[in-house]
């Protein structure tokens, strides 16, 4: 049995599309923040007739447990092992609302069963393993900044996350602003391959994506927040443009998503230092110093249709729990 937390995190620059689907490949790298306050906490306990899922305490349906299922044949295969288990998994996060849950949740997943399985997995290691269940699960392995590397290798050994030192004093938040209730219509695996495979702005999506990575991590060495919340909303709206240009168009914005960014523009314009980013969901993540946090998120909460703000700091990495 062994039990693992993991938190969820936000890519400030944007990972969307995949070099190859069956080892679940990005088709770019991508950079994150990981959050204080969302994540789950998964137990996996081995024994039974067949693997067994709940989720927030209810049996999980049929095709989430066979999901889960063959991601815990990869575990066992590099195990030797074929038990079956049951796995209980509470999230801390809104599910499927564009908060990155399958990020906490399959690291959380990959760091409890790896260990009940009797694996131990470096950081690096789990993250290649957490990438395999879902790409953004591989960043919340490392807490704080991390950049998420899409390797050249066919194999994709070369395909991990790393975390990226943050300068002394460069305290910041992330504004989590809900824009939405109940699940998004169409997921991220879905909305990125309908990209890939017609928009004619993948490739230049594709193409500028380096840069921004680049930009991004000098941004933090130099403690530079302007330049990094410029560098991610580049690379938000550029994502959601190549999205928008698929066939069929594919948007995840709501009117509140622009009266979010509309009220981010007009803070900036008065000189406050605020930058947006969206993932693919109707909530906006809002950038800025720490000491604004509480009084920014006052202030979008404001916006008719808006259903709650969360101030998050930077988080820790995924972490085993006792009992
Ligand atoms: C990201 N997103 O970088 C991007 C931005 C959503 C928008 O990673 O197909 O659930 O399981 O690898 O990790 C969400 O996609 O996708 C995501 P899969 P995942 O955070």
Not at 137 to 165: H, L, N, Q, Y
Not at 181 to 205: C, D, I, L
């Amino acid at each position: 049995m062994a039990r693992a937390i993991a938190h969820t995190n936000i890519a400030l620059v944007k990972y969307w599309g995949k070099r190859d689907a069956a080892l679940n490949l990005p088709a770019t790298g991508s950079l994150s923040l990981t959050l204080d306050g969302f994540y789950t906490d998964t137990t996996v306990t081995l024994g039974g007739e067949t693997d067994r899922l709940t989720l927030d305490g209810t049996a999980a349906s049929d095709a989430e447990t066979a999901r889960v299922s063959r991601y815990l044949d990869l575990v066992r295969d590099l195990a030797g092992r074929t038990e079956r288990a049951q796995i209980e998994s509470e999230n801390h996060v809104p599910t499927a609302a564009g908060l990155a849950s399958s990020a906490s949740g399959f690291c959380a997943l990959a760091l409890a069963a790896s260990s009940a399985y009797g694996l131990d997995l470096d950081p690096r290691a789990l993250s290649v393993l957490a990438r395999r269940g879902s790409g953004s699960a591989a960043r919340s392995v490392f807490g704080g900044f991390v950049r998420m590397d899409k390797g050249v290798r066919d194999d994709g050994e070369d395909c991990a996350a790393s975390p990226i030192a943050t300068p002394a004093g460069f305290d910041l938040c992330l504004l989590v602003v809900r824009c939405a209730t109940g699940r998004k219509k169409v997921g991220s695996t879905v909305g990125m391959n309908s990209t890939e495979q017609t928009s004619p702005y993948f490739p230049a999506w594709v193409e500028t994506h380096d840069a921004d990575m680049r930009a991004a991590e000098a941004a933090i060495a130099a403690r530079d927040l302007d330049a990094l919340g410029a560098t991610m909303e580049h690379s938000t709206l550029k994502m959601h443009a190549s999205a928008l240009a698929a066939q069929p168009g594919l948007w995840y914005f709501r009117p509140v998503t622009l009266a979010v960014m509309d009220a981010v523009r007009a803070l900036r314009e008065e000189g406050v230092t605020a930058y947006f980013t969206m993932d693919a969901g109707p909530h906006v993540k809002v950038l800025c110093r720490a000491e604004d946090g509480e009084g920014i998120a006052d202030r979008l909460s404001q916006i008719e249709g808006t259903r709650g703000v969360s101030v998050c700091r930077p988080g820790p990495a995924a972490r085993l729990v006792d009992g």
